[in-house]
């Protein structure tokens, strides 16, 4: 048993043992559960991949005269403005203006919000336009200017929904090709999708959010956040295998961070063909070892994990929830699964050489004792379920 | 007999020279096997041709000293499709969708996707997919 100002104090004198999800695998193998737990202080977990609900609050400060800025573009990417006079929500999916969508499909969304994040913290100038109806305070009624991030305020990451603990592997039933958030699927089965870290993802090694909590201190694209709530659609109740592990979407984080502190390699923005912009974003969190448990959740390995294949030309957009059979990620990422007799190519979209890679650097910041690791202020759920939206004639 | 090698190369025609038969003489004249993965020619009369060439390294070497008596430029190195390794992220997306092989992962562990230029057909699979906008064509 440690606690978590034990390991802080490791940390801080440059003792700190400290692995990544992969690593601890095979240690805990050779060492054994019991000297293990001893032994190891943190195991670091990573993922890199889309996450759709992501955003920024930008505040640009007062321009002279002064403006409640009440429509405003950021690279002619509308934001939203509906908070105080120069405060706006730059949210990841939104389109450029203009931008033609779906009409000649398969669009190619070359720019949007997430484009914007990435430009941002890559300290690129960008144009803000802003109009107001003009107030006594605030009359100012139009500002076209340019700006990069140095020049504001704050521009912090506010991200609803984030580190899915499992996803779907996406499959195509029909007989045309579809464009979905999950790539471009062939017709017939002839290639699948899937989006997670395995075992290097935070929740996959933290399947009873026993660590992992509001106020857990992350490292997000560099910059050091924290886990502000649950994220939305968490839902802890979903069903698990034997080892504890959710067989499909179940919790999320929503997180946040000061991306004046990122590093623009893992703030990318994403171009999904016939589907439109998300933001790829890399996230590391320390799983602190408290006792042999928790150590014995971060030996998960891909074989251990099961994923549901699901058609995304019907089941998914209907939402009917069915699953054609589930399959493990060692099976994924050899390339190939096997689903009703048929072999199927496999892709994916979230990068496991981005979360690995993210894995150290984070592992490496705790070992020079520049991270710490905090105590959840409080804990996720792990008996909510996912409520649908009930299209009603009248309130009832 | 000498042995033949096959040659990837990208040809960029100014305006002037768009009309001649070069690549009909390189077959003809110079013994060559031509493989045209890609041709474009641009609404400024420009054209551009990524293309294998086939035969014996003497005349691969003489069909390129006759094309450069026109005003072409020969691209040796072959890019036509260019796939920017700072912009990938290794995510794998483009491995299904790629026909060849030619983007592929190789390394079990780390998972890191490399492309192998010599194996592109150009087919632009990749550009169409990469969500990061890792790939492009040069023309
Ligand atoms: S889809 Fe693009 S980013 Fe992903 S591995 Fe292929 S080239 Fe790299
Ligand atoms: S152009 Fe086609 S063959 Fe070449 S790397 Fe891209 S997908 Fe592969």
């Known amino acids: ?396 | 007999m000498s042995q033949t090698i096959t040659k990837k190369l990208m040809l960029f025609f100014p305006k002037c020279e768009c009309e001649k038969p070069i690549i009909y003489h390189l077959v003809k004249d110079h013994n060559l096997i031509v493989n045209v993965f890609r041709a474009k020619v641009t609404p400024e009369e420009e054209g551009y041709l990524a293309l294998d060439v086939t035969g014996t390294e003497e005349d691969i070497e003489k069909g390129m000293d006759f094309v450069k008596t026109f005003n072409v430029s020969i691209n040796t190195t072959g890019k036509g499709i260019i796939v920017d390794e700072e912009q990938c992220t290794h995510c794998g997306h483009c491995i299904t969708h790629c026909p060849t092989g030619a983007l592929h992962i190789a390394d079990m562990v780390t998972r890191e996707v490399v492309y192998s230029e010599a194996k592109c057909i150009e087919c632009m699979g990749c550009i169409r997919v990469c969500p990061y906008n890792a790939c492009a064509s040069a023309f």
């Open chain 1, 1 to 396: 048993m440690k606690t978590y100002e034990q390991i802080n104090n490791r940390i801080e004198s440059g003792k700190a043992v400290v692995l990544t999800a992969d690593e601890i695998i095979d240690y805990v193998e050779k060492k054994g559960l019991a000297t293990a737990a001893k032994e190891v202080d943190v195991v670091t977990t990573a993922t890199f991949g889309p996450m759709c609900s992501s955003g920024c609050v930008l505040n640009f400060g007062h321009s002279k005269p002064k403006i409640r800025m009440s429509e405003a573009w950021v690279q002619d990417v509308l934001v939203y403005t509906g908070l105080a006079a120069v405060d706006v929500y730059l949210g990841a999916t939104q389109l450029r203006h203009n931008d033609p969508a779906n009409m000649d499909h398969p669009g190619e969304f070359r720019y949007g919000g997430a484009h914007v994040m990435e430009d941002l913290v890559a300290g690129k100038a960008l144009q803000l336009f802003a109009l107001s109806y003009g107030t006594d305070c605030y009359p100012l009624r139009e500002i076209r200017t340019y700006f990069t991030i140095n020049d504001l305020n704050q521009a912090i990451m506010l991200n609803p929904r984030n580190c899915y603990q499992n996803y779907n592997v996406a499959v195509n039933d029909s007989d045309r090709t579809i464009y979905t958030y999950m790539g471009t699927l062939e017709p017939k089965r002839k290639n699948a999708n899937y989006c997670s870290a395995g075992q290097l993802s935070p929740l996959l090694n933290d399947p009873y959010y026993e660590t992992i909590g509001v106020g857990t201190r992350v490292w997000i694209a560099g910059a050091h956040g924290h886990v502000y709530a649950e994220g939305t659609q968490h839902a802890g109740g979903g069903s698990r295998n034997d080892q504890g592990i959710p067989k499909g979407g179940s919790g999320t984080l929503a997180l946040t961070a000061d991306m004046k502190q990122m590093s623009k390699e893992f703030v990318r923005g994403t171009s999904f063909r016939g589907y439109g912009v998300s933001l790829a974003l890399g996230v590391g969190i320390p799983i602190p070892i408290l006792n042999e448990d928790v150590l014995k959740r971060t030996c998960i390995s891909d074989r251990e994990i099961l994923a549901p294949v699901v058609d995304y030309s019907n089941e998914y957009p209907q939402n009917t929830g069915k699953v054609l059979s589930y399959v493990n990620y060692e099976q994924l990422r050899t390339g190939e699964i096997e689903v009703e007799g048929k072999k199927i190519a496999v892709g994916s979209l979230s990068s496991y050489y981005k979360a690995l890679e993210i894995a150290h650097l984070l592992a490496d910041e705790i070992k020079r004792g520049d991270f710490r690791l905090t105590e959840p202020i409080a804990y996720l759920k792990k008996d909510t379920k996912m409520k649908p939206l009930v299209a009603r004639e009248k309130p009832s």
